[in-house]
């Protein structure tokens, strides 16, 4: 009778064990299916290991390909230019809409009326899914000088700060509201469960950033995804520049990871008066905003947020 006991309890170990095994196999079928219909993201072939055993499955990656940008216009003299701007490395989709806010950010454009088409002068065949020929507005002047000065203080933190405040105070940011309370403060800890909720490529590969933009209730009106943090928020910016009348009731933006002064400068270009993030915000960052007035929040969660600055636009009584 033991004998006949530990048999039956063996074979249902095994049972149970064969099911986990036959679920975990159909899981990442699902995955591959889904992967095969959301753009950005791959599949590949992984071995996954629990102490001593091993599964072979189909993972979900998300892609990462470079981008290389050319701007063409016409110079102070009358003459065409066709020069490379820059390469970038980003998640495919949504390329138009991230040139336009890496352009806005970075001053090469005021608006998205600057640019007055894409990959115009090339033909069906000779456009690569990864570069594109930006054609700018007549009167739209690319200084050279500006774009090489930005790029090289980039690379030393204590100058960049200087360097990134300076430009905005010379470019003529948007104002940003200076209302009082208007933004209830317990809509902040939902934000990011919203976020995660319309986040496809996250679901898939759990290896991509993002940023919504929301309403003053906390309704979610817009979000990007992308491999790169900068380009996630390129992408919303830009989509909102260039489809202005659809969000213009978007009052905050959220980021799903940490707060660069990159980051903060972005949102203001954009005129959003409230920048949120899952996690820390930098000095640097923190020192923007509080230059700007830009109300700053980080560490939001279900249980609640910090503020480093511009409390006085929220509502902390209303439950």
Known sequence: MARRKSDQEDYGVSYIVSACNIEQQRQSQRQHQASLYTPGVATCSRRQIHGTHVTLSIDSVIV?????????????????????????????????????????????????????????????????????????APGVIVDW???????????????????????????????????????????????????????SMFAATGGVHGCGLFDAKGELLLSCEDVGRHNALDKLTGQMARVPERYQHGSVILLSGRISFELVQKVLVAGISVLVAAGAPSNLAINMAKRFNLTLIGFTHSGGFNIYHGAFRLNLTKQ
Not at 99 to 105: C, E, K, N, P
């Open 64 to 136: 990462e390909e470079p981008l290389q940008i050319r701007l063409l216009y016409v110079d102070q003299h009358g003459q065409e230019q066709d020069r490379v701007y820059l390469v970038t490395m980003r998640t495919p989709g949504d390329d138009y809409n991230l040139v336009t806010g890496l352009l806005l950010a970075e001053g090469v454009i005021k608006t998205a009326r600057d640019i007055s088409g894409f990959n115009e002068q090339l033909d069906h065949d000779e456009i690569s899914s990864n570069e594109i020929h930006v054609s700018l």
């Open 145 to 199: 000088s500006l774009i090489s000065r930005d790029t090289t203080s980039f690379s030393s933190c204590g100058v960049c700060g200087k360097s990134s405040i300076k430009s905005l105070e010379l470019r003529g940011i948007p104002a940003l509201d200076t209302r009082e309370h208007w933004l209830p403060g317990n809509i902040i800890p939902s934000l990011t469960e919203k976020l995660r909720q319309s986040q």
